[in-house]
């Protein structure tokens, strides 16, 4: 495998940054994770508007712009011979001593790229399978719209969760309110089969699938509401499913031990997932 790291493309055992990034000191850095399908990188467009505004609400300067950014990404994905995969970029505010201040203004941010081949087979399976979650309070910062690398809650919900036999946590706010997953946005369809998301104002990450998703709701008419719901109203939802770039679309089965509807991957999520591709390409 191949990454880019701060303009060079290295082989992936080879490839490092110095001790004292701020990213490694203190997760003082942005990320984007993206889909590549069949070749094409999925919502490119969308992912960097999103990079651009972490990047500008942290005063993080652009490591490039944003035609050759495309380029490197392309770069990285072709030296992967990624058909099918993900790559993942991250930007710090680089390296300089350690201080809790910003260093000066000309300090070159640092910039990674990697890329990886996934496999469709192991997605199809947790499909037709569907996923469990468990819940969790959500003890994040309220900053969480945007997309640091400081994802040490996230890695612990995550964690808890697998300790639990499950594969995603989903957090409650404190008023008992589902804001998101460790790593996914949530959707539940309500009891009177209204497709149901948490507005992203406040709370969660403006996920780009979320964005994609609602997309394929305006072409299919599908009805959909950004509203709060509370745990409560998701554990007796009609179903529930997940999103991320990872994952599009993975229906939820089991919550806290309790089946979600009959306990089996509904018909919205699979009416999701199977056109998703056919409005975002
Ligand atoms: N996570 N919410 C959180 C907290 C996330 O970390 C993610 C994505 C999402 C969904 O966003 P999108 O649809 O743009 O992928 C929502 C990535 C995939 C990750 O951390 O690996």
């Not at 790291?5 to 080879?14: K, M």
């Not at 969308?46 to 652009?62: K, W």
């Not at 309220?142 to 989903?170: F, W």
């Not at 996914?184 to 089969?193: C, E, H, L, P, R």
Request: charged share 25%; net charge positive; with cysteine.
């Amino acid at each position: 495998r191949i990454a880019y790291v701060n303009g060079r493309y290295l082989p992936h055992s080879e490839a490092a940054v110095h001790i004292e990034d701020r990213g490694y000191q203190f997760a003082d850095g942005v990320y984007e994770v993206c889909e590549i399908r069949h070749g094409v990188i999925v919502d490119l467009t969308r992912h960097l508007d999103r990079l651009d505004r972490s990047l500008s609400e942290l005063s993080i300067r652009r490591p490039m712009s944003r035609p050759a950014l495309a380029q490197v990404i392309r770069e990285v994905s072709r030296r992967n011979r990624v058909k099918n995969g993900l790559f993942y970029l991250q930007v710090t505010r680089g390296v300089a001593r350690r201080d809790h201040v910003f260093p000066s203004a000309e300090t070159p941010p640092s910039l990674v790229i990697t890329a990886k081949i996934t496999d469709p087979a192991v997605i199809a399976k947790k499909n037709e399978t569907g996923l469990k979650a468990i819940t969790i309070p959500d003890n994040r910062w309220d900053r969480v719209d945007i997309k640091t690398v400081g994802l040490l809650p996230n890695a612990m919900a995550r964690q808890a969760a697998k300790e639990k036999g499950a594969q995603e946590a989903i957090y409650v706010d404190a008023r008992g309110m589902v804001t998101e997953g460790a790593a996914t946005n949530v959707w539940i369809v309500d009891k009177d089969g209204v497709l149901v998301t948490r507005p992203a104002e406040h709370g969660i990450l403006r996920g780009i699938t979320r964005t994609g998703l609602m997309d394929v709701t305006a072409k299919f008419g599908i009805r959909v509401q950004e509203r709060e719901f509370s745990r409560d109203e998701m554990l007796s939802a009609r179903e529930v499913f997940i999103t991320a770039a990872t994952s599009i679309c993975f229906p939820i089965v089991e919550i806290d031990g309790q089946p979600i509807g009959n306990g089996h991957p509904g018909a919205m999520a699979e009416r999701i997932r199977t056109s998703f591709f056919d409005v975002a390409e």
